[in-house]
C-alpha cells in the first residue's frame, strides 16, 4: 500500500507555455499551470462545471520532453506527488502553495 500514498494522477490542459527554469549547477525544472474540468448537477438538475487549476512541477530528465514539446493548450496526463510550499513574501507575510511533482508524463494531443 505504500505505492498509494501521496500519489496524484491528473489529465489536462496546459494553462501556460512552460516556465524552465535553469539553476548554477545546470540542473533544470520545468512549471507550469494545468486545468482540469469537473461537472455534476446541482439540487435543481442543472448541470454546473467547474475548472480547476494545478500547479505543476517537473525535475530531472522529464524537462527536456517538457521543454521541447509541452506549449500551452495541450492536453496532458501526469502522475506524482503532492507537496506544498512556504515562504515570505516582500512584506514579510506568509505565502503557501501546494504543488505536483511530476514522475511521469504523458502527452495526449500534439
Not at 48 to 68: A, C, P, S
Amino acid at each position: 500500500m505504500n505505492a498509494l500514498r501521496n500519489k496524484v494522477q491528473l489529465i489536462g490542459r496546459l494553462g501556460q507555455d512552460p516556465e524552465i527554469v535553469t539553476f548554477q549547477d545546470g540542473n533544470k525544472m520545468a512549471k507550469f499551470s494545468m486545468a482540469t474540468d469537473d461537472s455534476y448537477k446541482d439540487k435543481d438538475g442543472k448541470k454546473v462545471e467547474r475548472t480547476y487549476w494545478h500547479n505543476i512541477i517537473v525535475k530531472g530528465g522529464l524537462v527536456n520532453v517538457v521543454e521541447n514539446y509541452v506549449t500551452k493548450g495541450q492536453e496532458i496526463a501526469v502522475e506524482g506527488k503532492l507537496t506544498n510550499r512556504s515562504w515570505d513574501d516582500k512584506d514579510g507575510k506568509k505565502n503557501y502553495t501546494t504543488e505536483v511533482l511530476v514522475n511521469e508524463l504523458l502527452m495526449l494531443s500534439k
